[in-house]
């Protein structure tokens, strides 16, 4: 067994802040950096009926908020919440193995919830989780953040290492597997978007004046 296959790797994906298209490669990163042990998503509901596909496709747990009011970040303190929960186990975890070693009530905590984490990934360009960071850090965990190039220098120095979607993307591309076959850039799924929605706009405006048109034929028959 290789040391990354030994590595614990938790993951946490801010799910209104990024984009579905980009789970293939979380996922993809995430294995290469060792086994995966949790997989956590927040965000508010239709943030995550966006994320439905990679959910599924993934066995990702979901972390539903509510947003009592516009503008409020209530999946980044759920986030935070989860990720400070996953500390506790860890130190817990750790402890029972230091001082409990080889005997059964040390596993017995291990079957029951209190795990050994190594490395965390936070899946998101936002530097609010800059302080959760360091946090983790501090008790000895490596953290990942993995984000698009748009995440400011606090986040990316924050982490341990900081891995951008594109960068990530670009290496990929030399692998026999360069990207999954239905990848669609950001640019090329809001121009499909945008063009989706042009043509519901005319339809809806060539409808309209059909309809006026027939109205206006059937009063003038009508007179």
Same mark, same amino acid.
């Given at each position: 067994?290789?040391?990354?296959?030994?590595?614990?790797?938790?993951?946490?994906?801010?799910?209104?802040?990024? %984009?579905?298209?980009?789970?293939?490669?979380?996922? &993809?990163? #995430?294995?290469?950096?060792?086994?995966?042990?949790?997989?956590?998503?927040?965000?508010?509901?239709?943030? *995550?009926?966006?994320?439905?596909?990679? @959910? %599924?496709?993934?066995?990702?747990? %979901?972390?539903?908020?509510?947003?009592?009011?516009?503008?409020?970040?209530?999946?980044?303190?759920?986030?935070? +919440?989860?990720? %400070?929960?996953?500390?506790?186990?860890?130190?817990?975890?750790? *402890?029972?193995?230091?001082? *409990?070693?080889?005997?059964?009530?040390?596993? #017995?905590?291990?079957?029951?919830?209190?795990?050994?984490?190594?490395?965390?990934?936070?899946?998101?360009?936002?530097?609010?989780?800059? +302080?959760?960071?360091?946090?983790?850090?501090?008790?000895?965990?490596? +953290? @990942?953040? &993995?984000?698009?190039?748009?995440?400011?220098? &606090?986040?990316?120095?924050?982490?341990?290492?900081?891995?951008?979607?594109?960068?990530?993307?670009?290496? /990929?591309?030399?692998?026999?597997?360069?990207?999954?076959?239905?990848?669609?850039?950001?640019?090329?799924?809001?121009?499909?978007?945008? +063009? #989706?929605? #042009?043509?519901?706009?005319?339809? /809806?405006?060539?409808?309209?004046?059909?309809?006026?048109?027939?109205?206006? /034929?059937? *009063?003038?028959?009508?007179?």
């Amino acid at each position: 067994m290789s040391e990354n296959q030994c590595q614990r790797i938790a993951v946490f994906i801010d799910g209104e802040n990024v %984009m579905p298209i980009y789970a293939d490669y979380v996922f &993809m990163y #995430a294995e290469e950096q060792g086994t995966i042990v949790r997989k956590e998503i927040y965000g508010a509901s239709i943030a *995550l009926n966006d994320w439905s596909d990679p @959910i %599924m496709k993934y066995a990702i747990h %979901m972390n539903l908020t509510i947003r009592p009011t516009r503008f409020k970040n209530t999946s980044d303190i759920a986030l935070t +919440v989860g990720a %400070m929960d996953l500390l506790t186990s860890h130190t817990v975890s750790m *402890l029972a193995s230091t001082i *409990l070693d080889g005997k059964p009530i040390a596993h #017995a905590m291990q079957a029951i919830g209190f795990e050994r984490i190594d490395s965390v990934i936070i899946v998101s360009s936002d530097s609010d989780f800059s +302080v959760l960071s360091l946090r983790l850090r501090n008790a000895g965990i490596n +953290v @990942i953040g &993995m984000g698009e190039e748009k995440s400011n220098a &606090m986040w990316k120095a924050a982490c341990s290492s900081f891995v951008t979607f594109r960068d990530y993307c670009q290496r /990929r591309r030399t692998c026999s597997n360069p990207r999954p076959q239905d990848w669609q850039s950001p640019n090329q799924r809001n121009t499909k978007n945008q +063009v #989706a929605i #042009a043509i519901i706009r005319s339809r /809806r405006f060539l409808s309209g004046k059909k309809k006026a048109l027939s109205e206006s /034929r059937l *009063l003038t028959w009508s007179e």
